[in-house]
């Protein structure tokens, strides 16, 4: 749908100023990659991606614990940090001359898929509410979604620069 | 152990969240990322029914960390959600960006609620 056109094999190289078209949807497959070969190599890219991913969460979770009632910082900062992350990603793969096919499922839709999580913030938000604490719980509703979007923008952004730059 | 449970139930919630997002868009050929809404409001719903029998004492710690912390917390993603957000903004389509920002938080929450409010009556 967004996907860049392919160059045919032995045409002219893409200019290294063009910048590159990213998808909307970054778990599509396919890509300026290798062709995928059948669902199963995706799938199991995408599993062990997300086992590893919600390991680490499930780490940041034991590392920083939330008492019940209290801001919800160790959903916010894992789901931070793996918005920058995806930024960094996408823009990283646009960039890149034919990146494997199952970097991006076992990276963005794996890994990172696993790590950030939609239900425990909106769990984190009906928690605080239930223990009668109406203001922690609209700063957790609000300040996620805000710090979530500034950061894969903030990323993506500084991402593409530096990668542009780089490629003169 | 503990980490056994989230690792296999994330090994099951991420394949489904990838299943389901494709399942969703081949039927809604749409710029609007239906796929990732659907996964995030089911995984906020499940995980709030969840709560509520974890709150009720008809579920224990272990069940939670397999099907809560793996389970839902793989099939549910910020990261994407943030990105396409992102890309439609980019893409000229910033009513449709924030709308999909506004409605999955909306809807999201939502599903929390009213599945901590079917688990508590299920099991409380």
């Known amino acids: ?58 780490g940041a979770v034991l590392l920083w614990p939330t008492t019940e009632g209290d801001f919800p910082w160790t959903t916010l900062g894992v789901n931070a940090v793996g918005c920058a992350l995806i930024g960094v990603l ?27 999580t939609f239900s ?49 | 152990m503990d980490w056994l449970l989230v690792i296999v139930g994330a090994a099951v919630g991420a394949p489904s969240r990838y299943l389901t997002d494709r399942a969703v868009r081949t039927r809604h050929d749409s710029l609007f990322p239906w796929g990732t809404f659907v996964v995030n409001v089911a995984g906020c719903l499940m995980l709030g029914v969840l709560t509520g029998a974890v709150l009720a004492g008809a579920v224990g710690s272990r069940t939670y960390l397999l099907l809560g912390t793996g389970l839902c917390g793989a099939l549910t993603t910020y990261s994407t959600f943030s990105y396409e957000t992102l890309r439609l903004a980019e893409e000229g389509a910033g009513v449709r960006a924030a709308l999909n920002a506004v409605g999955s938080v909306a809807a999201g ?15 409380g």
């Not at chain 1, 032995?10 to 890509?31: I, L």
């Open chain 1, 1 to 58: 749908m967004t996907e860049p056109p392919v160059p045919p094999p032995g045409g002219p190289p893409a200019p290294a100023s063009a910048r590159p078209r990213e998808p909307v949807d970054p778990d599509v497959p396919g890509g300026a990659g290798r062709a995928p070969d059948g669902q199963w190599p995706v799938l199991g890219a995408v599993a062990v991606g997300g086992a590893l991913g919600a390991s680490a969460r499930y």
């Open chain 1, 120 to 168: 425990a913030y909106a769990l984190d938000v009906r928690q605080l509410v239930h223990h009668g604490r109406p203001g922690p719980a609209v700063w957790a509703l609000v300040l996620t979604p805000v710090v979530a979007l500034a950061a894969v923008w903030a990323a993506a952004r500084v991402t593409r620069r530096t990668l542009r730059r780089r490629a003169g």
């Open chain 1, 90 to 116: 996408m823009a990283a793969l646009a960039a890149a001359r034919a990146p494997h096919t199952l970097l991006r499922p076992f990276l963005g839709t794996g890994v990172l898929g696993g790590f950030t």
């Open chain 2, 109 to 123: 929450v939502g599903a929390a609620f009213a599945g901590a409010a079917a688990g508590s009556a299920l099991w």
